[in-house]
């Protein structure tokens, strides 16, 4: 079962996908942020092409889980998706996704200047993972 991360942003979107068994999460690519029912498309032709079951869509929570600026626009990002596709579409707690994105970098090895660049894809990439890791347990 093929799974999608999204893991939106104000100006970027990352985008993961799992392995055809939904046990291992890879970056798939970053899209340019243009708006709402832009991006909606985009997502929605990726999950067509790449036979996704299901779509995950990134929000931060607070510390007492509750919605944030950011996790309202996840909302809203995910509610134009499901205009788009009949893919089930799910919000998950990305709630430090980009500082462990941030970490992974640094425990590769990534030189202080290639890690100035964008996370977006690998913060997609660990928000799906989480996603897999609690499924399978």
């Known amino acids: 079962m093929r799974i999608l ?9 990352g985008v993961a996908i799992s392995d055809p068994t ?16 832009t991006d909606a498309a985009v997502i929605a032709q990726l999950a067509h092409e790449h036979n ?3 779509i995950i869509v990134g929000q931060a929570l607070n510390e007492e889980n509750r919605p944030t600026p950011q996790s309202r626009r996840a909302y809203k990002l995910a509610a134009a998706i499901r205009t788009q596709t009949s893919i089930p579409v799910e919000l998950w707690d990305e709630s430090g996704s ?7 970098r ?3 090895g990534v030189s202080r200047r290639k890690r ?3 996370l977006d894809d690998i913060a997609a990439t ?5 996603y ?6």
Request: charged share 25%; net charge positive; no cysteine.
């Open 5 to 13: 991360a999204i893991d939106p942003g104000e100006k970027r979107i």
């Open 116 to 118: 100035r660049g964008h």
């Open 98 to 104: 980009t500082q462990a994105a941030r970490q992974s």
């Open 106 to 108: 640094l425990a590769m």
């Open 52 to 54: 996704v079951e299901r």
């Open 132 to 137: 897999l890791d609690a499924r399978s347990k």
């Open 22 to 37: 939904g046990t291992i999460a890879n970056p798939l690519t970053v899209i340019a942020h243009v708006s709402r029912l």
């Open 126 to 130: 660990y928000l799906l993972q989480t």
